[in-house]
């Protein structure tokens, strides 16, 4: 899995489909005001890419993941200037690939960034003060998301952005059903997981725009793909 998601973020593109990090990058950017562009927090960072990225338009970046491995990768890229991962091919085949921050563009902004292992859930007291906030394929992977989108309102600056990026893929290995944000029937009506968004979010956040559908691409083998439409909604606090 590690390799697959280095792959996901620093290999090439699929299918005409642009990398996620750069997707999601691009939409903060049209939100973001150019004064409010000091500290993001990036959680559910993976192996790091959308970190490196940001780190290119904020002063400071904070990438934080469940998956000490992962967070492992990004720490080594930012340190070592490079990583070297498996890709493979069919069966037992596989190449080797390599990512590197000077052909990525990253060895002038790579010491703004501090990757962390961490719970979104339960996340420290000192990780606030952000104008942003990016919750990237997060809230379907969280046990209790009620409880981290309750809590991220006392990590954003008043003016600043939440931005959530998710298929909505509720499953019970990861998040028990009485936790599901939406996806489920509610007095004899369908109700989404953008509605659950709403009403969690409502008093602390505004809805800056109607949400959008971003494509992303993960590349299992050679012959073998995930094609995965996310939901992207960017929240304002009061």
């Not at 969690?200 to 949400?211: A, G, H, K, Y």
Request: hydrophobic residues 35%; proline residues 3%.
């Amino acid at each position: 899995q590690v390799s697959q998601y280095c792959d996901f973020h620093y290999g090439q593109e699929h299918f005409g489909v642009k990398n996620l990090a750069l997707s999601l990058v691009d939409i903060a950017l049209k939100y973001q005001e150019p004064a409010k562009r000091s500290r993001v927090l990036d959680l559910g960072c993976a192996v790091g890419r959308m970190s490196f990225e940001l780190a290119k338009h904020f002063d400071a970046v904070t990438g934080i993941d469940f998956s000490a491995r992962f967070i492992q990768v990004g720490t080594h890229l930012k340190e070592g200037g490079s990583i070297s991962y498996k890709r493979v091919i069919e069966g037992d085949l596989h190449s080797v690939e390599t990512a590197d921050l000077k052909s990525l563009g990253y060895e002038a902004v790579a010491s703004k960034i501090e990757f962390m292992q961490g719970d979104a859930c339960n996340l420290k007291p000192h990780y606030t003060g952000y104008d942003l906030v990016i919750a990237s394929n997060l809230i379907d992977r969280l046990y209790e998301p009620k409880i981290f989108l309750e809590d991220v309102k006392s990590r954003i600056n008043s003016g600043g952005l939440l931005i959530i990026c998710s298929p909505y893929t509720w499953l019970e290995e990861f998040t028990q059903k009485e936790h599901w944000l939406g996806g489920f029937m509610k007095e004899g009506k369908p109700y989404t997981t953008l509605d659950g968004l709403k009403e969690t979010l409502q008093e602390s956040f505004t809805l800056v725009d109607e949400p959008s559908d971003v494509e992303f691409v993960i590349r299992e083998t050679a012959r073998k793909f995930q094609h995965t439409v996310a939901q992207v909604s960017v929240w304002k606090r009061h």
